[in-house]
Structures are given as C-alpha cells and as structure tokens.
C-alpha cells in the first residue's frame, strides 16, 4: 500500500457510493448501524482475500481508482498499490463529499427522530395488544367458535365511515372540533384493524362494538350538523303504510360475510316477518351452492348478534330449493322447486314441505331470470301485506307480473300486469303494495328505476340510487318492521334503511 493515501482511498469508496443515486442515502441513513454505512465491507473485501482483484465485486472502482495493481507474496499476504497522480489531488470532490455527508447526518438525525416516533406509537400498541389478548382469553373460554372472520368487510366498513368523514368536514364550516376528533378515532379504527388482522383472527366482536360507537357518534355529529335546518321528521311507524312510498335509500351497512365464505357468491338472505310478533322474527342466510342455481344449506339465527358471531340456531338442508328469491313469512320459507315452476313452503322449525302448488303459467329455468341473476324467475316477496310473488309468462312476453298468494294454500289471490321487461332489471321488491325494480349502473350503484302499485294500478319511473359494495344484488328482501332491505350482494350480506315520502299521496 502506497503510504499516505489510505484515508483518501476510503473516502473516495465512501464518494463512490454516496455519489450514487439518492436511494442509497435514504438506505444508508436509515441503517446506522449497518457495516455498509462507509460504503465498504472491512471483513471480506480487505485483508483476508488472497485475490488480487480484492475491490472487484464489493465496490466497484471508480475510474480515478481503475490504476491499480495487487499480488500475494510468499507469505499469503495481499499487498496492493494504487497509484493517483499527485497532481490532480481532487479537493472538489473532498468538498461535494464533506457536503454529502453533512445532508446524510441531517437525513439521518430525521429517520431517527421518526424511529423515535415509531417506538412510541409501537409501545401504545403493544399495551392495546396486551388488553386485547386479555379480552381474547375472555371470550376463548365463552366457548364459542367462530369461522369465517373477515376483516375486509370491517375495512370496508371503516373505509365508509372515512368517506362520510370528509364529506363531513367539507360541509362543517369554523367549528370542526368534534370531526378533526372523530376522524382521528376512525384513523385509530383503522390502524388497530390492520394490526388485529395480523395477530387476532377472532376478535369481530369486540371490534364491531367499537365500530358501533363510532357509527352512533357519526350520526349524533351528523344530527347535529342539522340543526337549524328543518328538523327529520320520524319515519313512518314500524309495519304501517302511512307513508307516500320509497324515496331514498340510506348507504349500506355490511353485516357480514355469508357463513360459506367468499366462493358463495349467490343466494339470499333477510329476516323472518310475521305480523302478530313484527320484531320477532329470526334471520335467516341462504347461499346457494357454487352452481349459483340449487340452494341447500341455510341457517337460521335468533338474534342479528349471534349471526354476527356465526351462532346459529338450526342448520338445515333440504335438496329441492332453486335460486334466490327465497322469502320468510311467519316461519315459513317460501322456495322455487328445483326444475319446475312450483313454489314450496317449508315450515322453519321441522324443516319439512308443508305445501307445494304450481304457480300457473309461471316461466322458470333461466327464460326470463333477471338481468345478471340466473335462475330467479320466480322471486317470492314479503311485505306489510303478507306474500308475493314475481315472475314472468309467455303470454306476458316476459314482462313482470306481481301475484299476491296466499301464504297457507299458495293460491293465487290476485294478479297485476306491469309493462316492464324483466330481464332487464337486477332484481325487485315488494313495500305495501308496490313494485320497485332495480336495475345496475355500474360496478358500484344500482338505481330503483321502476314501480308499480297494485294498489293504485299505475306504474312509472323513479330513480333512487343504491350504493353497493360488490357488483351484483343476488337478492333483495325488505322486512315492513324494520324497514330496511336485506341484500345478498354477492355474498356480503348487507343492509339499507328506507327513507319514506312523509305524507301519504296519490300516487304520483
Ligand atoms: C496509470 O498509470 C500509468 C503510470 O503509472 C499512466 O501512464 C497511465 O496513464 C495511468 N492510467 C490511468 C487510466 O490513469
Ligand atoms: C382495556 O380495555 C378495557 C375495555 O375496552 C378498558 O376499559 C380498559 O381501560 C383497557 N385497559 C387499558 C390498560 O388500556
Ligand atoms: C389515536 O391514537 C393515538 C396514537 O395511538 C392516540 O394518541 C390518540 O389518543 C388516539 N385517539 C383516540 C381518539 O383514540
Ligand atoms: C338520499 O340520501 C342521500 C344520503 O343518504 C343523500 O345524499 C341524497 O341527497 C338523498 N337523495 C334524495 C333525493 O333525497
Ligand atoms: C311447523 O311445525 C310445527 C310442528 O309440527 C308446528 O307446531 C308449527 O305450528 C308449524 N309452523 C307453522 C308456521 O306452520
Ligand atoms: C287462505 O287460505 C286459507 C285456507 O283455505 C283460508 O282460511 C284463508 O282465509 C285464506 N286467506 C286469504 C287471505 O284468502
């Protein structure tokens, strides 16, 4: 080694290096400790290497450096000389590498004070994850198993919340306070679900609580932001029809995942409604096998808390049941019979056919399904008046037609003709007496565009829309207690409050 130049040799390395792109100087600042932070590797590369190309593959030589030679001698050791013309000492770069490394120790005392950051937040966590375990261990001794979990429909969930957030805040003008705070809490919602998902798979629970409050919150904030304005009326009673018909939906609540899991994308799902005990009634989920066509396996929970947790009362099978425009009335579930286009009531609680009855001139096997949803010719319906249901015949040319039955006998009460095509609508619904059809807009809205009220016989155009989370309404069920509709979209099954015109009117 040429004496009086090692110094030199090592910073030229280093400006090497550090005069390389700017994404080595973020590595090199956020690993302090790493043996590459002088831009060579002091073990393997010096000293040890009998090879004479000892700088070849570690760092490569930058030109000034390419003037070298390097031999072993008798006694094995490396002895190397470079040689750099005295006079082109290269005191520019000395000083673009003092500069260099005066922004590398700024860069780094930044990434440090980040690290400090992130050490903080960490021990927050920990002391978070701590309590959650705890609360794990709690409800591991409940006994209580749970399967499918889904954390993406909590993400989902959250994610709307945030949207709502910001259409929040843009709307609040001066005293924002309360949402800055809420946002925060939501930005917190967030975090702690991306760490749950990675270390509690079975926590819902106790997250869909926490994601409760925060709803409840948003909508106090929300009431309040409304103050001053004309004030909500209260929504019609529940299971009354003093009301002028379906104006608005609300945005979906996603409830949960269907029991099978994500492959079970088709069927229906909705709650149990019977006049004598209008709050009653149990939830049932139904997903039709992956054939999309033959329904088999549904479940029936007592509350909307056990079928959060995938508790479930009664599971059943049956081995006749087509499509999804399955509907329950007073414990009764009313089906399509495979391959016909009879109707089938099973009673709930033996699980066995009480009646079955040919629905005359009904269509079925995909002749006139609705548009994206196959094998739903015969779509059954529940509303403040008891059973519906909808289908098509040849000799309306494949237009809807609404029947009310009777929900003993399956007899055919009464029948109303509309002008609406039904393979060109996604799906339909029953509310006191009227009609509403859906039809898709795109990936992520569908749009009540259609009703006809058999009350009234005039039918007419609307358009509500309906934000939704996948692409397609299997089904749609309302329940005239709670007045929401329960969608099966695409095996999500969610949920949306109806918004009624306030006084009753003369059909439009
Ligand atoms: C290498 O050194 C020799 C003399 O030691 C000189 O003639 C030659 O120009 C140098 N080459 C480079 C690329 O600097
Ligand atoms: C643990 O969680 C419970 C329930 O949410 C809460 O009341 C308690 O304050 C938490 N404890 C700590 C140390 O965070
Ligand atoms: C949100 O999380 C941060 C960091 O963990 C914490 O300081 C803050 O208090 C939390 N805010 C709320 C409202 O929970
Ligand atoms: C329907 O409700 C949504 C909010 O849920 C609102 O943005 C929209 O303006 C409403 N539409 C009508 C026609 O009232
Ligand atoms: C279902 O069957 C059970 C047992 O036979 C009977 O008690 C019940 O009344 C039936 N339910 C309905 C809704 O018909
Ligand atoms: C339905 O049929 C049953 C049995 O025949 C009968 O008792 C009942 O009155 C009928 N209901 C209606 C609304 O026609």
């Not at 329904?295 to 056990?306: K, S």
């Not at 399509?336 to 079955?356: F, H, Q």
Request: glycine letters at 6%; aromatic letters at 10%.
């Amino acid at each position: 080694m040429r004496p009086g130049h090692p110094f030199l040799l090592g910073l030229l390395l280093f400006l090497g290096q550090a005069a390389g792109d700017s994404g080595d100087l973020d590595f090199l600042a956020s690993t302090p400790d790493s043996s590459s932070f002088l831009g060579f590797d002091s073990g393997s590369s010096f000293g040890s290497s009998t090879s004479p190309t000892f700088l070849g593959s570690k760092a490569p030589p930058s030109q000034s450096l390419s003037n070298f030679t390097g031999s072993v001698d008798d006694r094995g050791t490396c002895q190397c000389s470079v040689s750099l013309p005295d006079t082109t000492f290269p005191a520019d770069r000395v000083e673009r590498l003092e500069f260099t490394a005066h922004i590398l120790s700024q860069k780094f005392e930044k990434e440090l004070s980040k690290v400090k950051e992130y050490v903080q937040l960490i021990s927050v966590y920990e002391k978070k994850l701590l309590n959650l375990t705890v609360r794990i261990e709690v409800m591991e001794k409940d006994t209580i198993s749970y399967t499918e979990l889904d954390f993406e429909l909590i993400k989902l969930e959250v994610k709307e919340m945030e949207k709502l957030i910001v259409r929040l805040k843009e709307s609040f003008v001066g005293s924002s306070e309360i949402v800055n705070q809420l946002e925060v809490e939501i930005r917190n919602m967030t975090l702690l679900v991306e760490k749950l998902e990675s270390l509690d798979k079975n926590n819902v629970l106790a997250i869909r609580r926490e994601i409760e409050a925060l709803k409840k919150k948003l909508k106090e904030c929300e009431a309040s932001k409304g103050e001053g304005s004309p004030a909500t009326p209260p929504p019609p009673s529940p299971g009354s029809c003093s009301h002028g018909g379906v104006v608005n939906v609300s945005r979906p609540a996603v409830v949960q995942l269907n029991w099978r899991g994500f492959s079970y994308k088709y069927g229906a799902w909705g709650r149990d409604y019977s006049p004598q005990h209008p709050g009653k009634g149990l939830y049932w989920v139904a997903p039709l096998n992956t054939d999309a066509r033959l329904l088999e396996y549904y479940r029936l929970h007592n509350t909307l808390d056990d079928l959060l947790l995938y508790a479930y009362a009664r599971q059943n099978r049956i081995t006749y049941g087509q499509g999804s425009g399955t509907a329950v009335y007073k414990n009764n579930m009313y089906v399509n019979w495979y391959n016909t286009r009879n109707i089938a009531k099973i009673n709930l609680t033996t699980n066995t056919v009480a009646v079955t009855k040919t629905l005359p001139g009904a269509a079925y096997n995909n002749r006139f399904s609705y548009a994206n949803v196959a094998w739903q010719d015969i779509d059954l319906a529940v509303d403040e008046h008891g059973l519906w249901v909808i289908y098509s015949t040849e000799a309306s040319t494949g237009n809807m037609v609404i029947s009310k039955l009777n929900d003993t006998t399956l007899e055919v009460l009464n029948t109303w003709y509309t002008k609406q095509y039904k393979p060109s609508a996604s799906n339909a619904f029953v509310v006191c007496g009227v009609l509403y059809a859906t039809r898709t807009l795109n990936t992520r809205t569908e749009e009540i565009f259609y009703y006809y009220d058999t009350n009234t016989g005039k039918e007419g155009k609307l358009d509500i829309t309906i934000h939704k989370m996948q692409e397609n309404m299997q089904s749609i069920n309302y329940h005239p207690f709670d007045q929401k509709l329960y969608v099966y979209n695409d095996g999500y099954l969610l949920n949306y409050d109806l918004i009624f015109l306030q006084e009753p009117q003369e059909a439009v």
